[in-house]
């Protein structure tokens, strides 16, 4: 199957910082999506992104697919910015919509 | 997503029930998913349904069964539940129609077997 990797596997930030997290992927894709997971376990979908770049408020994503990578910016972090960002994407072969999740990335963002 | 939504959110249960968690959505995509997250860990899918008669196993369907009564409803059961299942389940939805098959989660059920 394909391998999704996600690095660094922890970020401490200080409020106001800015971070990059990055998914590198083994295959060809045809979807990518950056997943935030709160505190309480709740997923939120951030981006729809299988290429180029997006942003939404303080976050921005960028997706190279020639290069299997995709780039998550986080800027003027928050506290309400901590949990676990996960990568997850489809393999371009795969005739179905399997989502392969990346480890994640762990955030604490501190006042 | 509140348009997708899970029961129970919490269980805890004792090894060898029977338990069913379910998942409905109003979103009226016709696909749905059942995935498992273990502390520390991605997801991992256990089952997933195209739509009301297509349903094919995941990477971990072992000791999982599910129905999909409906397009907006679709159940997980763990048959005997052990120990070893203890995790955060989710339901998923997304619609192929629109091109881009982006997966909705809802918001999870916290399972504890003893």
């Known amino acids: 199957g394909i391998q999704v990797e996600q690095s660094p596997p922890d970020l401490i930030l200080q409020e106001g910082a800015n971070s990059t997290l990055r998914c590198n992927f083994s295959d060809s894709v045809n979807n990518l999506q950056w997943f935030h997971q709160n505190p309480w376990g709740q997923l939120i979908n951030l981006f729809y992104?299988?290429?180029g770049t997006k942003q939404n408020g303080r976050l921005s994503a960028t997706t190279v697919a020639t290069e299997r990578y995709s780039l998550l910016y986080i800027s003027s972090s928050q506290t309400t910015d901590s949990g676990v960002y996960f990568c997850a994407v489809v393999r371009l072969t795969d005739s179905w919509g399997k989502l392969q999740f990346g480890a994640g990335t762990q955030v604490v963002v501190t006042p | 997503d509140a348009d997708v939504t899970q029961t129970p959110r919490n269980r805890i249960t004792k090894t060898g029930k029977r338990i069913m968690l379910e998942c409905s959505q109003t979103?009226?995509?016709?696909?749905m998913y059942w995935y498992r997250q273990d502390p520390g860990l991605g997801l991992q899918l256990i089952y997933y349904s195209f739509d009301v008669k297509d349903i094919n196993k995941g990477e971990i369907s072992d000791g999982y069964s599910v129905s999909r009564q409906a397009q907006a409803k679709f159940s997980l059961s763990l048959e005997s539940a052990i120990p070893n299942q203890t995790a955060l389940y989710f339901c998923?939805?997304?619609?192929?129609?629109?091109?881009?098959?982006?997966?909705?989660f809802g918001p999870g059920t916290r399972l504890t077997v003893l």
């Open positions: 992104i299988p290429s």
């Open positions: 979103k009226g995509h016709d696909r």
């Open positions: 998923a939805t997304s619609d192929a129609k629109g091109g881009t098959d982006t997966q909705y």
